[in-house]
């Protein structure tokens, strides 16, 4: 796999959300940045080069954290892709009492770009993802931003996160930048967006209709889709077996152990294979920071799902059969 920065669509990236040790405003220590540090490496060696950041993970740590990795690393500034994300305004920020919400608005996207750019210690940003959905959103505020953004060099491309096939089509007509990615929530437990692919014009209440076509909206848009919790938080890799969850994620994570024993691979394999079955090759953005679990998991890239496995694990997962 190239690690040029010009290649936007490798099979995996590494999620660092949690590389700044903990969700508070506690200063990093030495050993979270040891630990941080030590899940970057291991990325690295399986051969991932874009790495997907949010402003507020760990409370702009997790940034802080791969800003130093990057500083003693800039001579190798392009062989990276950084990715980050903004929008997302947790809550008693900046007071107490205020709610957590979102904000796309011109002056919160300028200031949240600065900010990255400054925790990370570089000059600019491969790619800027919208967090999530404002409903207050101005479009024209945006556009404004990722005009300016983009002449002054500070982002080269952009793109959004959960956001629907209409909220994509609002933006883009303000925009002038594409749009190229969608980081949306998918793994064998969360198929949502594509269950309408099966579950259209269906009566029966366990089918519904709860998708609006966003995979192959995104497909036919030429939108890149990236899949986040791809690992399903380990309901399908072990947890489950110490967790009360319900039935159908019990059968599973029964299921997915027994294709690992079978393909002689890790589950964490199994399941990042059944996500680059999909045809979309939708990106799971890995975010473990166990450098095993990490490459257990970038095992995924060598298993080959045939039809009626993956369509296996997809139908016990889900709870049901197909129409």
């Given at each position: ?72 690393h800039?001579?190798?500034r ?22 957590g919400?979102f904000?796309?608005?011109y002056?919160h ?20 993802l ?25 982002v ?48 029966r209440?366990?089918?519904g ?18 899949a ?9 890799t ?50 473990t ?5 990490l490459?257990a998991?970038?095992d ?18 889900l709870g049901?059969?197909?129409?």
């Open positions: 796999m190239t690690t040029s920065a010009t290649n936007y669509s490798p099979p995996l990236i590494y999620g660092c959300m949690m590389i700044g040790g903990a969700f508070d405003a506690a200063p990093l220590d030495d050993a979270q940045r040891k630990r941080g540090r030590a899940a970057i490496e291991a990325a690295l060696e399986c051969g991932l080069s874009f790495f997907d950041h949010a402003d507020f993970y760990c409370y702009g740590k997790s940034e802080t954290s791969f800003g130093e990795f990057l500083r003693d800039a001579s190798e392009d062989r990276f892709v950084v990715q980050s994300k903004c929008g997302i305004i947790l809550p008693d920020q900046p007071e107490k009492g205020l709610p919400r904000d796309l608005s002056h996207i300028m200031g949240a770009v600065e900010g990255s750019l400054r925790r990370l210690q570089t000059d600019y940003l491969d790619v800027l919208l967090h999530r959905p404002d409903p207050l959103v101005e479009p024209e505020e945006v556009a404004r931003a990722f005009d300016e953004l983009h002449r002054t060099g500070r080269r491309s952009f793109g959004v996160s959960n956001h629907s096939a209409a909220q994509i089509d609002l933006l883009q007509a303000y925009i002038d930048h594409p749009l190229r990615f969608n980081q949306i929530e998918y793994n064998p437990l969360h198929t949502v967006l594509h269950d309408a692919a099966i579950h259209a014009n269906m009566r209440p366990e089918y209709n709860p998708g609006e076509g966003l995979i192959e909206y995104c497909r036919l848009h030429d939108i890149q889709l990236q986040w919790a791809p690992l399903a938080k380990g309901l399908l072990g947890k489950a077996e110490s967790t009360e969850v319900e039935p159908r994620v019990k059968r599973a994570a029964g299921y997915v152990a027994k294709l690992a024993s079978e393909l002689g691979a890790s589950r964490e394999a199994v399941v990042i294979a059944w996500i680059l079955r999909h045809p979309a090759r939708i990106q799971p953005v890995i975010g920071t166990n450098p095993d679990r490459r998991a970038c995924g890239r060598r298993l080959k799902f045939s039809r009626e496995e993956w369509y296996q694990l997809y139908t016990i997962a049901h059969r197909v129409p």
